[in-house]
């Protein structure tokens, strides 16, 4: 399951430099989207709701706001990482940047608020609250150095801000593998809201301490 996080900092890597990196990419990309559609159906109240989420306390309309906001980032994500769109679309880069920051935004907002809601407990309260912190505080870096001109201290960034997006990908993998297991839910559920996101977040300063972001 380690090889998720791995594959999602991967996606920082000009495509076209390996093969190895093209299906890494195809691979983040393809999580990203399904989960993203997937999780559109709280905007639009279709489909089941999970107990553990249903009974959040401020599940109305932060849920909506949320789901709206991640899914958003997570299904733009991928593509801001393509060299061909930065360099052949510009424009669109910066369209698909611009929505993607204010998907982040409203979902990391909205993450705090449902954080505090959590029926969990105190501690898995905790990891959705840190996550969501650490989420709006790199995407905003990413915002304040692209403006600044800092292209190479953006892409890094960037890099960070998505590990932290693609912790909706994590979670959903690392719940079902906890209830494989026979782990109790509410323990597992306290566990996830820490694992779905650190280790993405340190794999990202690992990618980042062994290559440089190459130039636009």
Same mark, same amino acid.
């Given at each position: 399951?380690?090889?998720?996080?791995?594959?999602?900092?991967?996606?920082?890597?000009?495509?076209?430099?390996?093969?190895?990196?093209?299906?890494?990419?195809? *691979?983040?990309?393809?999580?990203?989207?399904?989960?993203? #559609?997937?999780?559109?159906?709280?905007?639009?109240?279709?489909?089941?709701?999970?107990?553990?989420?249903?009974?959040?306390?401020?599940?109305?309309?932060?849920?909506?706001?949320?789901?709206?906001?991640?899914?958003?980032?997570?299904?733009?994500?991928?593509?801001?990482? #393509?060299?061909?769109?930065?360099?052949?679309?510009?424009? !669109?880069?910066?369209?698909?940047?611009?929505?993607? $920051?204010?998907?982040? !935004?409203?979902?990391?907002?909205?993450?705090?608020?449902?954080?505090?809601? *959590?029926?969990?407990?105190? *501690?898995?309260?905790?990891?959705?609250? +840190?996550?969501?912190?650490?989420?709006?505080?790199?995407? $905003?870096?990413?915002?304040?150095?692209? !403006?600044?001109?800092?292209?190479? +201290?953006?892409?890094?960034? =960037?890099?960070?801000?998505?590990?932290?997006?693609?912790?909706?990908?994590? #979670?959903?993998?690392? !719940?079902?593998?906890?209830?494989?297991?026979?782990?109790?839910?509410?323990?597992?559920?306290?566990?996830?809201?820490? =694992?779905?996101?650190?280790?993405?977040?340190?794999?990202?300063?690992?990618?980042?301490?062994?290559?440089?972001?190459?130039?636009?």
């Amino acid at each position: 399951m380690s090889a998720l996080p791995s594959a999602a900092v991967a996606v920082a890597a000009p495509a076209g430099r390996s093969a190895g990196r093209r299906i890494g990419w195809g *691979v983040v990309a393809l999580f990203s989207a399904a989960i993203a #559609l997937v999780s559109y159906r709280y905007v639009f109240g279709k489909g089941p709701v999970p107990e553990a989420i249903a009974s959040n306390r401020h599940f109305q309309p932060w849920i909506v706001l949320h789901a709206a906001g991640a899914a958003t980032a997570l299904l733009l994500g991928p593509a801001q990482f #393509l060299a061909s769109l930065r360099t052949r679309r510009p424009a !669109l880069h910066r369209i698909g940047g611009r929505l993607y $920051g204010a998907g982040c !935004l409203v979902g990391g907002v909205s993450a705090l608020v449902l954080a505090t809601g *959590v029926s969990a407990g105190p *501690v898995a309260g905790a990891g959705f609250g +840190a996550l969501g912190a650490a989420w709006l505080l790199t995407t $905003g870096t990413a915002v304040r150095r692209i !403006l600044a001109g800092d292209v190479d +201290a953006h892409r890094r960034w =960037m890099v960070r801000s998505f590990a932290l997006t693609f912790s909706a990908v994590t #979670l959903r993998i690392y !719940l079902p593998w906890a209830s494989v297991a026979g782990v109790d839910f509410l323990l597992a559920y306290r566990i996830v809201a820490w =694992m779905c996101w650190v280790p993405n977040a340190v794999w990202a300063e690992w990618y980042l301490g062994r290559r440089r972001i190459g130039a636009p």
